[in-house]
């Protein structure tokens, strides 16, 4: 390093009189007068949390100090004004900055200007931040575009201008990245447009990007959460999940149960079983909830002695059963004509103090009343009531069609007229079926009643109803007009309940 002699120095103060380098313009010294200005500023807005004028004092408070704004300070502007919901002084903000001032903006303006439009429902001011990007000196990323495709995919109003912007990207040189297409994927699926959303997840791929469990999980639930309105298959949903494999997608357990639970749905137990199978191979325990739902699907099949299989399988791996794996293999006894054993898997269920609920006494219930064993059913509602079990809908319609069955119109009118009189069914088949059946049995009379306390209770009877009780009027009895005008004024009087 060469050191310039003293009287070099002196030399140059006596010729210039002044130093070689300004003390009042270098580097800190302007850095310094800018944090002031900036203090300066949040002093002013402090004393003011809702000023009118915040530019005004933004360039007021630099000028002071004989500085230009930084971006710091533009960026504390913003976020007041976003935070006081003065909206409408933002894009004058951003003309300035446009054309005044000559600093690289930093991206990170944008997207908390971008979320504060969205989210306050001024979507094209979004998106006319986005496409500003590039005139205020910054080079645009997907971090921007993510922000601005969040706020379009929130809500339908939104997705139309998707298209349009994902081209904007394209002239804006921005490359979708891995979160981009799930923002894009999400929105598909929440809309129900599922195949597109395949589509989207194969583009995806092709391109080079990893497989985005999140993505895949996405699809999973909306493709078998919709599988009935897009017309989709259970085994499609097989092809998928098995095309996601090869791609690196490793299925969590949630995931297997989504699968198994449209499976089940679409009445493929066998092929839910081998799915149950396929996580068993991966290493995966599955819990109680998809032997329950194979359980459930495989007696829908019919297959009894898989079901018998899948239990003992789920006993022996140390799961406990739940109420409704116990409902699940009891509906597979019951259905087999086992009802003694349902009766006594009731019985071990309260030992294990596993809890029968009332959807299990009802299938016993059903199976007793499909046999005619109508005093083990009473036996059993009896029973019922002792545990503290409040008979529901279900339980009446089994029993008045049990009653019915077997010919106790008597009963059954008794039943009817109890569940009427707790509002418990606004229309029930088997009231017709019990009117019907008092008209052919010459009782006519009793029907009558029967539909005037449904027309009191604005329950509807049905068109066979209807036609058998006109028949029985023409021939055997006239009906009072006060009953012909309640029921020719029912539906009028029903017009609210309709709608």
């Known amino acids: 390093m060469v050191v310039k002699p003293f009287f070099l120095t002196n030399k140059f103060l006596r010729k210039h009189r002044k130093f070689p380098i300004s003390p009042y313009k ?9 944090t002031q200005a900036l203090q300066a500023l949040k002093r002013q807005q402090n004393d003011n949390p809702k000023p009118s004028y915040l530019l005004s004092l933004l360039i007021n408070s630099f000028g002071s100090y004989d500085c230009d704004p930084t971006p710091e ?53 979004a998106i006319d931040v986005f496409c500003r ?8 990323s997907s971090y921007s575009l993510n922000s601005l495709l969040y706020v379009l995919c929130r809500r339908n109003e939104g997705l139309r201008f998707v298209p349009e912007v994902l081209i904007k990207s394209r002239v804006m040189n921005i490359r979708l990245e891995k979160s981009s297409f799930r923002i894009l994927i999400n929105a598909l699926c929440r809309i129900g447009k599922v195949g597109y959303a395949v589509e989207i997840f194969s583009f995806m791929i092709s391109d080079g990007y990893d497989v985005d469990p999140r993505v895949c999980s996405s699809i999973l639930s909306s ?5 009935n309105e897009l017309g989709f298959a259970g085994f499609e949903v097989l092809g998928l999940l098995e095309g996601m494999k090869r791609t690196g997608f490793c299925p969590r357990i949630g995931d297997y149960s989504k699968v198994i639970r449209i499976l089940v749905k679409e009445r493929r137990g066998l092929e839910a079983l081998g799915v149950l199978g396929q996580m068993k191979a991966d290493g995966m325990k599955p819990d109680v909830v998809c032997y ?7 007696v829908a099949e019919g297959d009894y002695g898989k079901a018998d299989e899948v239990f003992d399988e789920l006993l022996l791996l140390g799961l406990v059963p739940n109420v409704y794996t116990y409902n699940a293999y009891i509906n597979g006894l019951c259905k087999r004509n086992d009802v003694d054993g349902g009766v006594d898997m009731i019985r071990r269920m309260e030992e294990l103090r596993c809890k029968p609920n009332l959807i299990t006494y009802n299938l016993i219930l059903r199976a007793l009343c499909k046999n005619g064993e109508l005093g083990r059913a009473k036996e059993l509602v009896a029973e019922m009531s002792l545990k503290g079990f409040e008979e529901n809908l279900q339980t009446c319609r089994i029993m008045l069609d049990g009653l019915f069955a077997k010919g106790e119109i008597n009963e059954a009118c008794v039943l009817m007229e109890e569940m009427l009189d707790k ?7 088997t009231y017709d079926e019990i009117i019907c059946g008092l008209c052919r049995r010459g009782l006519a009379c009793k029907a009558l009643e029967l539909v005037r306390k449904m027309v009191g209770k ?13 028949l029985s009027s023409g021939s055997e009895l006239a009906l009072p007009e006060a009953i012909w005008t309640s029921l020719v004024n029912f539906p009028s009087r029903n017009s609210k309940l309709s709608h």
């Not at 270098?26 to 800018?34: C, G, P, S």
Request: proline residues 6%; hydrophobic residues 40%; glycine residues 4%.
């Open 133 to 140: 990007i590039p005139r205020l000196r910054c080079v645009p």
């Open 458 to 470: 604005n329950v509807a009877p049905g068109a066979r109803a209807w036609e058998v009780l006109l």
């Open 26 to 34: 270098t580097k800190w010294h302007q850095t310094f007068n800018q």
């Open 223 to 227: 493709l078998c959460g919709r599988n």
């Open 292 to 298: 329950t739902m194979v359980l459930d699907g495989i």
């Open 423 to 429: 509002f418990l069914c606004r229309h029930c088949p």
């Open 73 to 125: 300070a533009y960026h504390f502007l913003l976020k007041t004004l976003i935070n006081t919901s003065q909206f409408s002084h933002i894009h004058s903000v951003l003309d300035r900055i446009e054309f005044v001032e000559k600093f690289e903006t930093p991206e990170y303006f944008f997207p908390h200007i971008i979320r504060s439009y969205g989210f306050s429902g001024r979507v094209e001011d």
